[in-house]
C-alpha cells in the first residue's frame, strides 16, 4: 500500500522576495489558494452592498433638497455633481487598483485638495472595485508585477544559476 504525500513547500532562500500583502487578501494571491476564491467573492458582495448602502444614503440627501422646495435648478444641479464625482471617483478608482499609486498623475494623483469629490463619489469608487473584484483580487495585479520583477532581480543575482555557464577569461 503506497502513501501519496502532498508534496511540501519548499523553504525560500535567505534573501528571496516576499509578495506584499493585499487588503483582505494577505499574500494568498500568488498561489491563489483556498481561501482566495472565497475571500473574492466577499470582497465583491461586500462591495456591491456598501455600494447600495451609500448610493441609499445620497438619495436621502438629495430627495430633502427637492423636498425643500429649493427648485429644480438646484435639484439638477446636484445630480449632475454627483455623477460627475462618482465618475471621476470611478476612474480614478480603477486606474488605481489596475496600475497602482504610482501612476496617478495630475487631476487622479490630489488626495486633499479632491478629497470632498472622493467622498461624494464614493458609490462610483465601490463599483468601481466591485468590478475590479470580479477581475482579479483588487490591487494584485500591481504586487504581481512588484513580486515577478523582484523574483526576477534576485534569480539573475543568485549566484550558480542552472543553465548559464561561466565566462571565461581571456588573459
Known sequence: MTEQSTPKPQPKPAGAPEPEAIRWF?????DRGSGYWLRRVLVAVGALAAAVAV?????????????????????GLLLAA?????????????RLLGEGR??????????????????????????AYFVRSLIE????????ARYEQATERYESRRPGRPGRQGRKRKG
Do not use: H, Q
Open 26 to 30: 494577505g499574500t494568498s494571491w500568488v
Open 55 to 75: 448610493a441609499l444614503v445620497l438619495r436621502f440627501g438629495v430627495g430633502g433638497v427637492k423636498v425643500s422646495n429649493s427648485g429644480g435648478f438646484v435639484y
Open 82 to 94: 454627483i455623477a460627475v464625482c462618482s465618475c471621476l471617483a470611478a476612474v480614478r478608482t480603477w
Open 102 to 127: 504610482d501612476a496617478l498623475t495630475g487631476w487622479m494623483a490630489e488626495d486633499r485638495s479632491l478629497g470632498a469629490v472622493w467622498l461624494i463619489g464614493c458609490v462610483g469608487a465601490l463599483i
Open 137 to 144: 483580487a483588487p490591487g494584485e495585479s500591481v504586487a504581481r
